[in-house]
């Protein structure tokens, strides 16, 4: 079965501190991989989505993202975090019919300091 | 923007009592969705729901659950006989045709007590 792995459960940042998100998954097939936000008493947003091309995408609010096929990982980064980033962030990869049955990782919640 | 529209926001029912959640989709969308979050454990997908039947569910998906759509705009979700397990926090999402992009909704507490 699917799974996805979010390493880092708790982050705490500065403002202007770089971010990296790990993110693994592990399924032989074809996944599609996406990365959601959920600020604090919002619903899930998406930030960004990887279903083919080129491995580097980018999404909303200068986040991006790259998976490496090879290390079966979608990295989430941001080169320089506002306080505004403070929000739990949720790896997921969608597989089953249309690739869209979400198997999401454990989330990492992080804070940054003004 | 658009928005996936979940009620109620919070609800607290009885161990045994039935619940329904309730959500209004995206309008244009044809695909549906229900996922769950366990206080302090990942998102968990329940059900998929496209064409007026299930095209995928989970193992958590039991007879216990049900999804209908009653109209042309609600998505429920009906859990016959509440247990002290099933409190979390329940998502609604969908889905365009043509799109890829799953749009979820804010989410209802359910708290069984």
């Known amino acids: 079965a699917q799974s996805v792995s979010q390493h880092n459960h708790h982050v705490i940042l500065s403002e202007a501190a770089s971010l990296e998100l790990g993110c693994n998954y592990s399924?032989?097939?074809?996944?599609?991989l996406f990365w959601y936000v959920q600020y604090p008493g919002q619903h899930l947003q998406l930030l960004l989505k990887y279903f083919s091309g080129d491995p580097l995408v980018k999404g909303i609010k200068g986040f991006e993202a790259e998976f490496i096929k090879s290390k079966f990982s979608f990295n989430l980064r941001k080169p320089s975090v506002q306080w505004s980033d403070t929000a739990e962030y949720f790896c997921a990869a969608g597989t089953g019919n249309a690739g869209n049955m979400l198997t999401f990782g454990g989330g990492t919640r992080l804070m940054v300091k003004p | 923007e658009p928005e996936v529209t979940q009620t109620p926001s919070h609800q607290v029912t009885q161990m045994g009592q039935e619940v329904i959640l309730r959500c209004v989709p995206i309008?244009?969308?044809?695909?549906f969705y229900w996922y769950r979050q366990i206080l302090g454990q990942k998102v968990e997908f329940l059900v998929s729901f496209y064409n007026n039947e299930i095209s995928e569910k989970s193992e958590i998906f039991d007879d216990q659950f049900s999804v209908e759509r009653p109209d042309g705009s609600n998505f429920t979700l009906k859990i016959r006989s509440t247990k002290l397990e099933d409190s979390a926090m329940y998502f609604c999402?969908?889905?365009?045709?043509?799109?890829?992009?799953?749009?979820f909704g804010e989410g209802s507490w359910l708290t069984v007590v």
């Open positions: 399924y032989g097939g074809t996944v599609n």
């Open positions: 309008s244009n969308h044809l695909y």
């Open positions: 999402a969908s889905r365009s045709n043509s799109g890829n992009t799953i749009y």
